[in-house]
């Protein structure tokens, strides 16, 4: 399965459709606002990030269209590992400091060339994906000096649902009302 759209900035019908079959996405600064709070307990992380609820709904609509989510991430926390879990997302690798040969290794396993995957991420690690993939964003408030390197700057920042956005913007709006259609009748329950 794949997410078919046309190629930004590219107008017409010849050539200009891009196709991602893999998502990659960096989190600090995606998923999150970018901050760290740290408590004052002495325990294994101490370490606290707020998620906005809407990206999970990036992930679910990547589900229904049968497009892997894989999470690259610089950080290693439990916290990441635990929303991770609890939103189904396919892989997740962290402590990658080379995102690039990470994501390289992993679209060669999926059979995936990395022309068909795209990647969004906002630091100066995520410029090298953001220059191979096929498609690739940058919240925001991501700096304009690496916003510059992808091929869409979204309108959301990191930490206010700037994956959901980044998934929206690769469905036509036939594709999205198709998901959503898919996605509001799993919300159905059967009369008993």
Known sequence: ?????????????????????????????VWTDGSMYYDNVDSP????????????????????????VVVITGESTEIVARR?????????????????TEATRLAA??????????????????????EAVGYSAAPANAPAYVAARAMMVLGTAGGNGAFREFVEGMLPQHRRDELLSLWLASLRTPAH
């Not at 906005?52 to 679910?60: E, F, I």
């Not at 991770?84 to 690039?100: A, E, F, M, P, T």
């Open 1 to 29: 399965m794949a997410f078919v759209f046309p190629r930004p900035g590219v107008a017409g019908a010849d050539g200009g459709q891009l196709t991602i079959r893999l998502v990659f996405t960096d989190i600090d600064g």
């Open 45 to 68: 992380s101490g370490e606290l990030k707020r998620f906005h609820t809407y990206d999970s709904a990036g992930v679910k609509y990547c589900r229904l269209a049968g497009v892997p």
């Open 84 to 100: 991770c879990r609890k939103l189904g997302i396919d892989r997740l690798c962290q402590g990658v400091s080379d995102k690039l």
């Open 109 to 130: 396993e999926y059979g995936i060339p990395l022309s068909e995957c795209a990647y969004v991420g906002d630091d100066v690690p995520d410029i090298p994906l953001l």
